[in-house]
């Protein structure tokens, strides 16, 4: 049995990011959640978080946002509506999204969508985490 599989990530509008890996871990509605190699097929979908990609000593965190995994014949496939390697994270821009989203759902106005403002900050909130991680 082989120890590592193939993962790739695909994101709206960027090349497809391709890993040899021993295990992803990333985050569904439930919790965290670990692909190993030699995975049972499955589908489920994942909400905002970091993303690690582990092979043997070596970990890479990308932010992934919500999105859906298919994993089948030692292959992981993640389609998401973002990915981004801790070096292509504006640390600045993340924490002025993070800032704006706090100060959304702190405002008592009917016209904001709170649940937009949640989303928001979930994503600003694990690009931190990424970045975070990697220095």
């Not at 709206?12 to 190699?37: H, Q, R, W």
């Not at 030699?38 to 970990?59: A, C, F, L």
């Amino acid at each position: 049995m082989s120890k590592t599989f193939k993962i790739t990530i695909v994101a709206s509008g960027k090349e497809p990011m391709e890993f040899e890996g021993e295990a992803l871990i990333t985050s569904t509605k439930d919790g965290k959640v670990e692909f190993k190699a030699n995975h049972t097929p499955i589908i489920t979908s994942t909400i905002p978080t970091k993303t690690m990609i582990v092979n043997g000593s070596e970990r890479q965190g990308i932010f992934t946002s919500s999105g859906i995994i298919y994993i089948k014949n030692n292959e992981l496939k993640f389609c998401c509506d973002a990915a981004e390697k801790s070096s292509d994270i504006d640390r600045d821009r993340a924490l002025k999204s993070k800032e704006r989203a706090e100060k959304r759902l702190k405002e008592k106005d009917n016209n904001i969508d709170i649940e937009r403002a949640k989303r928001a900050l979930a994503r600003a909130n694990a690009r931190i985490s990424t970045i975070s991680m990697n220095e």
